[in-house]
């Protein structure tokens, strides 16, 4: 193997592992800053090592091991480290004595020992604010830039890196345990960890960025945890309803794309290709988080709109009048220019584009959609069923502007083809 492809190869394994080393090392180190340094060292060795070595059948123990001497480096080196240096000998020892696997880590798929829930629950902790939670742990888990997490939260990028150096230091210097809380302390972060999950799930939905539309292993990633924070918190509606909505919108994904990774638009997709599994979990995930009773939670009116397309053998036979007006129910929940945004799409579904597109008209001067491209690209397709080709061409061009992903950019440039030297009715020939 070149050295290029095993450079490629230790990418590829980065990507994949390096959420759960940090998150690893956070818990044994007690500080997410030399967790992040401690997982770059192990990254950097692998770089130098591995070309000589050959890949270790391993690679997730390997980068792993090659942490954890470090991290003994690390404390050996700090004042007051003796318990923490037993601690982690101890574990060194018990990854010597275990027959392989993950060498000692903890089960991924155990509830209370699961790292990346901890690292979740550290990250939200009340001490920051809640746009800092979010943007730190998407960092932490995911991997996303900061321009990612950006757009994600429409906002501007160095607001976003400022807000992940401060949270990093406002842990250490608070000292926040790494663990998942009980009683009042869990249900105060919980609403916190429920929007970084759906954030993550969202990323791999619609990818903000690159060359990929979809980026399934990250709402594989946010689906896992969604199912074991609802294990762990089975009593809440809103956990079963975010479970729910990734669930099935997570039906869709291999309808989204073409074989060569071109978007497929809802109104487009081989719906024989949803997954009716995903579909049928969803459904009854939807189903307990409405068993609870009294008002329906944002997540859980959301898939009560993913259910609507779930359930329907066609876009025109979609009940938009019930979406409509579940939309309307979310925008008392949650108001926000963007449920706004997606309420027009769904009025004018269901009443007609001209409805639709007098609501997009008026968030145009909305500050916070300035630099959304989906504001134009909506615009766009409601122009264009209204035969107003001139016009649905200068805003799908916007749109292409606006977006970070080149298959969406591609997409919005074919859709301002399309419009052009279409006759408008008004006009005529």
Request: aromatic share 6%.
């Amino acid at each position: 193997m070149t050295g290029t492809q095993v450079q490629k190869t230790v990418e590829a394994v980065w990507r994949m592992e390096s959420p759960r080393l940090v998150a690893y090392l956070a818990r044994v180190t007690g500080d997410l800053g030399v967790a992040e340094e401690l997982a770059q060292d192990a990254m950097v060795a692998a770089l130098e090592s591995w070309p000589k070595t050959g890949i270790p059948d391993n690679p997730r123990a390997w980068l792993t091991a090659a942490a954890r001497y470090r991290a003994i480096d690390h404390l050996r080196h700090r004042r007051k480290a003796a318990e923490k240096h037993v601690q982690l000998g101890h574990e060194i020892d018990l990854a010597r004595a275990s027959d392989g696997g993950d060498q000692g880590l903890p089960d991924p798929d155990d509830p209370i020992g699961d790292d990346l829930l901890r690292l979740i629950f550290t990250a939200c902790h009340p001490v920051l604010s809640t746009d800092a939670r979010v943007a730190l742990t998407l960092r932490l888990l995911c991997g996303l830039t900061t321009d990612e997490i950006a757009r994600a939260y429409l906002a501007a990028e160095p607001t976003v890196a400022q807000r992940i150096v401060r949270a990093k230091r406002t842990l250490g210097a608070a000292r926040v345990p790494f663990e998942v809380p009980r009683g009042p302390d869990l249900e105060d972060r919980l609403a916190s960890v429920l929007e970084v999950i759906y954030l993550v799930f969202n990323e791999g939905y619609a990818a903000t960025r690159g060359d990929d539309w979809v980026r399934p292993s990250l709402c594989d990633e946010a689906l896992r945890l969604g199912r074991i924070l609802a294990e762990l918190v089975p009593e809440e509606a809103e956990v079963h309803g975010l479970v729910a909505l990734m669930e099935l919108q997570a039906s869709r994904l291999k309808a989204r794309t073409t074989e060569s990774g071109e978007p497929v638009l809802l109104g487009e997709q081989d719906r024989g290709r949803w997954d009716y599994l995903l579909i049928r979990r969803g459904l009854a995930a939807l189903e307990r988080a409405l068993s609870f009773g009294g008002p329906l939670g944002p997540y859980t009116l959301q898939a009560a709109i993913a259910a609507c397309h779930a359930q329907a053998p066609s876009t025109e036979d979609t009940d938009w009048q019930r979406i409509a007006a579940l939309y309307d129910a979310l925008a008392q929940a949650a108001p926000s220019p963007v449920v706004e945004l997606n309420r027009a799409v769904a009025v004018g579904m269901a009443f007609g584009p001209a409805a639709g597109l007098e609501m997009v008209d008026a968030l145009c001067s909305e500050p916070r959609l300035q630099r959304y491209h989906l504001l134009p690209g909506v615009r766009g397709d409601l122009l264009q069923r209204l035969g107003r080709f001139d016009e649905a061409r200068e805003a799908f061009e916007a749109a292409a502007a606006l977006t970070g992903n080149d298959r969406e950019r591609q997409l919005l440039l074919r859709r301002a083809a399309e419009c052009t030297g279409a006759v408008d009715p008004d006009q005529g020939p």
